[in-house]
């Protein structure tokens, strides 16, 4: 389990830090958790399930998929949320770019979604 707990938080691209303060427990927390030195609590893995929407089965026991299709829409329209009450200029490009995107028609979607998804990681 404490590998798939580091699999979520390389996954999400957090170090050990910032992945703890998403958790709300320190980085010597999260290392010792992914070393094997402590087993992970019963309130971390609902929280870390809850938070980045991680399919609590998968984390257990490495079944299924690391995450639920139900809790990433749920973050999904929280996000959605915070851009359609925020007036920043930021929240309007992600709005345009949404309609824009919508409005495409399917190959194109493909080949946006084929450059979006051929720009690396960082």
Known sequence: MNNRFKQIRK???????????????????????????????????????????????????GNGEMFDPAQGDMEFERVWRQIKLSNTENADF??????SFWNLSEDKQAAVRELIEGIPKK
């Open 94 to 99: 992600i709005k345009r770019i949404m309609r």
């Open 11 to 61: 996954e999400k691209e957090f170090n050990q830090e910032a992945f703890g303060k998403e958790l709300g427990v320190t980085k010597s927390a999260i290392s010792s958790i992914e070393s094997g030195r402590y087993k992970l609590s019963e309130p971390l893995i609902k929280i870390a399930c809850s938070r980045f929407g991680v399919n609590e089965n998968w984390l257990r026991t």
